[in-house]
């Protein structure tokens, strides 16, 4: 069975830090692009970050630029996105997806395929 699997949610105060994780099972992850997402409620899932499957390519989205940091490591199959700086408005649901694909990742969710459940991440004093 195919899936990914988030970890690392949490309640954490303004200007603190998360890691989130995402273990992929029942694949590689190894020529697969992973992007994280996240939702609001009331709002549209949104693109946080990507990662190409070798790591070459990185992209934020602009409000996270410089806070956020996405990685991978291959040999354990599991994506990162540490997050530090949070913001009240960083609170949402975090959702990591996979696509098989090369080259320049993107953050349009529409050309991932493989998605996890979510994570819940609350930022609040």
């Known amino acids: 069975q195919l899936q990914l699997v988030e970890s690392g949610g949490g309640l954490v105060q303004p200007g603190g830090s998360l890691r989130l994780s995402c273990a992929a099972s029942?694949?590689?992850?190894?020529?697969?692009?992973i992007g994280w997402f996240r939702q609001a409620p009331g709002k549209e899932r949104e693109g946080v970050s990507c990662?190409?499957?070798?790591?070459?390519?990185?992209s934020y989205t602009d409000s996270v630029k410089g806070r956020f940091t996405i990685s991978r490591d291959n040999a354990k199959n599991t994506g990162y996105l540490q997050m530090n700086s949070l913001k009240p408005e960083d609170t949402a649901v975090y959702y990591c997806?996979?696509?098989?694909?090369?080259?320049?990742?993107?953050?349009?969710?529409?050309?991932?395929?493989?998605w996890g459940q979510g994570t819940q991440v609350t930022v609040s004093s």
């Open positions: 997806a996979a696509v098989s694909a090369w080259g320049t990742c993107s953050i349009d969710k529409d050309e991932y395929y493989y």
């Open positions: 029942g694949f590689s992850l190894d020529y697969y692009r």
């Open positions: 990662i190409s499957s070798n790591g070459g390519s990185t």
